[in-house]
């Protein structure tokens, strides 16, 4: 048994970059493809963020559950045989699906972080280093992320990443994503049509509507079946958060299709 984590110290704080971060920002609307970008953002505003949610998690006793064991959500992630043992339909198995849809590697955002403590670290810039607590909660929220992606039906296009960044603005109030929500609206304004940031707002409102994504006990979920997770986090239908269907495609395409969902 771990030490009790109910009260932690609080992390180390350092200024926000903001001409690093918006530096950040025109680079990834540039190329959506240039995933470190939105690493850039977060590592340069948004650790305050990071340690509220952290903090709040603590205090939730699901939360405190997990981090006195902090079970590896890497390692069930990436036991592809256990995750295809679990039945169809399953919140496991449509990950799965997800994954080989994508060709997505489980931790590759994953690597993509730690390529940008690298690139960090050769500049000679400093940072403080996380407590273990923190470091654990740090990979299980990059990790959580494709997760997301499957509970809440969002594509890994330019529309769908985007769309998955408002819900999450409405989860964590961060600086990072409200910075990449503000970016993404202006740019899917002048290329997907000025009915845009409404449909943004639609995908924050359901972020709202949930309950708090990060507490839930993602390992323990994954041989349940998917439509019962999405309904233990309240997350809203698809069709009921919009109603005209969530939109897939990329910037390039000026008028992407809605695509109906259940």
């Known amino acids: 048994m771990r030490d009790d984590p109910t009260?932690?110290?609080?992390?180390?704080?350092?200024?926000r970059?903001?001409?690093?971060?918006?530096?950040?920002?025109?680079a990834l609307l540039a190329d959506p493809d240039d995933?470190?970008?939105?690493?850039?953002?977060?590592?340069?505003?948004?650790?305050?963020?990071?340690?509220?949610?952290?903090?709040?998690?603590?205090?939730?006793?699901?939360?405190?559950?997990?981090?006195?064991?902090?079970?590896?959500?890497?390692?069930?992630?990436?036991?592809?045989?256990?995750?295809?043992?679990?039945?169809?339909?399953?919140?496991?198995?449509?990950y799965l699906a997800y994954l080989d849809a994508n060709r997505f590697d489980p931790l590759g955002l994953v690597t993509l972080e730690r390529k940008l403590e690298a690139t960090v670290r050769a500049r000679g810039e400093e940072r403080p280093k996380l407590d273990?607590?923190?470091?654990?909660?740090?990979?299980?929220?990059?990790?959580?992320?494709?997760?997301w992606h499957v509970l809440t039906g969002y594509g890994t296009d330019d529309l769908g990443e985007?769309?998955?960044?408002?819900?999450g603005w409405a989860q964590s109030r961060g600086w990072a994503e409200g910075v990449l929500v503000a970016g993404?609206?202006?740019?899917?304004?002048?290329?997907?049509?000025?009915?845009?940031?409404?449909?943004?707002f639609q995908a924050w409102r359901r972020g709202r509507r949930s309950s708090w994504l990060p507490v839930l006990p993602l390992e323990e979920l994954l041989p349940e079946p998917l439509a019962d997770v999405q309904r233990a986090a309240a997350i809203p239908a698809p069709l009921t958060a919009h109603p005209r269907g969530i939109r897939r495609g990329t910037w390039e395409r000026p008028r992407p299709r809605a695509v109906t969902a259940t």
Not at 7 to 15: H, W, Y
Not at 41 to 60: L, Y
Not at 184 to 200: C, H, I, W
């Open 7 to 15: 009260t932690p110290a609080e992390a180390p704080r350092r200024p």
């Open 17 to 26: 970059e903001w001409r690093r971060a918006f530096h950040a920002l025109r």
């Open 35 to 94: 995933t470190i970008q939105a690493f850039e953002i977060f590592d340069a505003v948004d650790r305050t963020t990071e340690e509220r949610a952290f903090r709040r998690f603590a205090a939730d006793p699901v939360g405190q559950r997990l981090l006195r064991t902090r079970p590896s959500l890497a390692a069930a992630l990436s036991d592809r045989a256990a995750i295809a043992a679990m039945v169809p339909g399953s919140f496991g198995r449509a």
């Open 132 to 147: 273990d607590a923190r470091e654990w909660f740090h990979e299980r929220g990059i990790l959580s992320h494709d997760l």
């Open 162 to 167: 985007a769309t998955l960044l408002s819900f």
């Open 184 to 200: 993404v609206a202006v740019r899917g304004t002048m290329l997907a049509g000025p009915s845009f940031p409404r449909y943004l």
